[in-house]
């Protein structure tokens, strides 16, 4: 098993900035990728980024440009650093990890709520 920690989330304004953060524990020798999705009132769940414990990244288009996926292997953790935020992307963001970078894997985190508005 393997349990994912993710944290960050908050309110920001238009055009402001956050900085998501998970950690993961347990099995973490099965898990080949970290990432995040995010999931809207009434929408379904969603892509946001991916990173490969290689460091090969994947992004959905909305928000190439603007977030940036990174890893630190030795603390086991992936950072989102979310910028020029739209109202657009509020939602809450779960952590998530697996075998690929190009498919949902089976671990989940708990979820942190990211509001964006004036």
């Known amino acids: 098993q393997v349990q994912l920690v993710d944290s960050g989330g908050g309110l920001a304004q238009p055009g402001g900035s956050l900085r998501l953060s998970c950690a993961a524990s347990?099995?973490?020798?099965?898990?080949?990728?970290m990432g995040w999705y995010r999931q809207a009132p009434g929408k379904r769940r969603e892509l946001v980024a991916t990173?490969?414990?290689?460091?090969?990244?994947n992004y959905a288009d909305s928000v190439k440009g603007r977030f940036t996926i990174s890893r630190d292997g030795a603390k086991n953790t992936v950072y989102l650093q979310m910028n020029s935020l739209e109202p657009e992307d509020t939602a809450v963001y779960y952590c998530?990890?697996?075998?690929?970078?190009?498919?949902?894997?089976?671990?989940w985190g708990q979820g942190t709520q990211v509001t964006v508005s004036s």
């Open positions: 347990g099995n973490i020798v099965s898990i080949y990728a």
């Open positions: 990173i490969s414990n290689g460091g090969i990244t």
């Open positions: 998530n990890a697996g075998l690929s970078i190009w498919i949902m894997g089976n671990y």
